[in-house]
């Protein structure tokens, strides 16, 4: 809802708005991506559904990187504008579609049961999902740092170029990107997010 606001009342700065509205987005299908693979309530009506619903929405993951680096350089400079170069960073949004079919999309409806519902299938390295899992969960800290940096060294240039910078507040955004970054970080290195742990405490319940 909120991102749908920031798309009505784009306000001065359009692509800014355009670029949270954007990223809100993102975190929303990362949240209905989560729950599709670990919500017991809702995955296998959906994977009755189509099998094909689980994984669609993991080029996310990868994107809101991207986004919120960009949208912090839309704030901090009047003329930012998207380059040639600018499409570099979509490289692993456009590579998980061709991942996700062959470890997952190509195979039999029994290989994707098995690959979808069983958690122990999570930790197994026979589908390489583990790299998968590492890569989209470092890719948007690195993002966040970067941006964070951004933002640190544009107020630092401030400082040097100008007496007086109470009327630039970036304290926003810097809350903005720490929050997220903080998170990000957090679940980066908290195991229980990571396919080892699944699989090493599925085992262990199943024993």
């Not at 009505?8 to 991506?33: D, E, Q, V």
């Not at 189509?50 to 839309?74: D, E, K, M, R």
Request: glycine letters at 4%; one cysteine or more; a positive charge.
């Amino acid at each position: 809802m909120l991102a749908l606001l920031f798309l009505a009342h784009r306000g001065a700065k359009p692509a800014s708005h355009f670029l949270l509205a954007a990223f809100l987005l993102l975190n929303a299908m990362i949240a209905l991506h989560t729950l599709i693979l670990w919500g017991d309530a809702v995955r296998f009506t959906l994977f009755d559904l189509s099998p094909n619903i689980f994984f669609s929405l993991a080029f996310a993951h990868f994107l809101q990187g991207p986004v919120i680096y960009w949208y912090t350089l839309s704030l901090l400079y009047r003329d930012f504008k998207f380059t040639r170069t600018d499409l570099l960073h979509l490289l692993p949004t456009l590579l998980t579609p061709i991942y996700l079919y062959f470890v997952y999309y190509r195979h039999t409806l029994e290989k994707k049961k098995g690959l979808a519902l069983d958690f122990a299938n999570y930790g197994a390295y026979d589908w390489n999902f583990n790299w998968f899992v590492h890569a989209e969960k470092t890719i948007v800290v690195v993002y966040g740092a970067t941006s964070l940096y951004q933002v640190l060294r544009y107020r630092r240039l401030l400082k040097q170029r100008y007496s007086s910078v109470e009327n630039i507040d970036l304290t926003w955004l810097l809350l903005l990107i720490g929050g997220f970054l903080f998170a990000w970080t957090w679940i980066l290195t908290n195991p229980c997010y990571w396919p080892e742990f699944t699989f090493f405490i599925s085992v262990k319940l199943w024993r």
